[in-house]
């Protein structure tokens, strides 16, 4: 099967601790994302890999970090997380860097911070 | 400063009806437009895009009909059916880069 995988679905935190997600892609793709998808439903991209290399990276805090190992995983890590990162978190990839390429998204990793 | 806005948080229209969801953005140097549909549980997928050098793109019941001038879009659901009960996603870049999303529409299909 080829698609964006994500794992876990959910998790449940204090403040302060570390958390870390993963993302695989088998869709043989050039470019993966993460993007944060607050209560309202707002999309906003947080970073963009391509070819292990950081392109975008948007005002996001910096107890966030990517983490890739090679083109089809990119996994997402926050040291010390806060309240306002409870969200859902998600992964996607596609052909080439950019909008105007299709994004294929994976089902989202909720995290709750109590 | 939100580059794409939805003008309604939700909608909701009888099966059989056209529903109509509105999108508008700031900046006119956006040139790609498509819109995402996201069920719940689900991360959201590409339904249908539109270029900013057309002013109508069909596909099947979707129609989306962008207006360059007044710098908005519409996404048409022909025919609503309860199956497109969904979030719906406007999206906008220049170019490739980076795509900005709109927060949403929720659209609700009563049978």
């Known amino acids: 099967e080829t698609a964006v995988f994500q794992t876990p679905n959910y998790h449940v935190t204090q403040v302060g601790n570390e958390v870390s997600f993963n993302c695989k892609q088998t869709l043989g793709h050039d470019t993966m994302y993460w993007y944060k998808q607050d209560s309202k439903k707002l999309l906003k991209i947080m970073f963009s890999?391509?070819?292990?290399?950081?392109?975008v990276n948007e005002t996001v805090p910096r107890r966030f970090s990517p983490q890739s190992s090679d083109k089809a995983h990119l996994n997402l890590r926050i040291k010390s997380v806060e309240p306002e990162d409870s969200a859902v978190y998600l992964c996607?990839?596609?052909?080439?860097?950019?909008?105007?390429?299709?994004?294929?998204f994976g089902p989202g990793t909720r995290l709750t911070v109590l | 400063q939100q580059q794409v806005r939805q003008s309604s948080q939700s909608l909701t229209v009888w099966e059989g009806e056209t529903a109509i969801l509105n999108c508008s953005y700031e900046?006119?140097?956006?040139?790609?437009f498509p819109w995402y549909q996201q069920f719940p549980g689900e991360g959201p997928a590409l339904l249908i895009a539109i270029r900013s050098v057309s002013d109508k793109k069909e596909d099947g019941r979707f129609t989306i009909f962008f207006n360059k001038r007044e710098k908005n879009l519409s996404l048409h659901i022909k025919d609503s059916q309860p199956g497109d009960s969904a979030t719906y996603f406007c999206?906008?870049?220049?170019?490739?880069?980076?795509?900005?999303f709109g927060s949403g529409t929720k659209l609700t299909v009563e049978p």
């Open positions: 890999y391509n070819n292990k290399q950081l392109i």
């Open positions: 996607a990839s596609s052909l080439g860097l950019g909008g105007a390429y299709e994004q294929y």
């Open positions: 900046n006119s140097a956006f040139d790609y």
């Open positions: 999206a906008a870049s220049r170019g490739y880069n980076v795509l900005y």
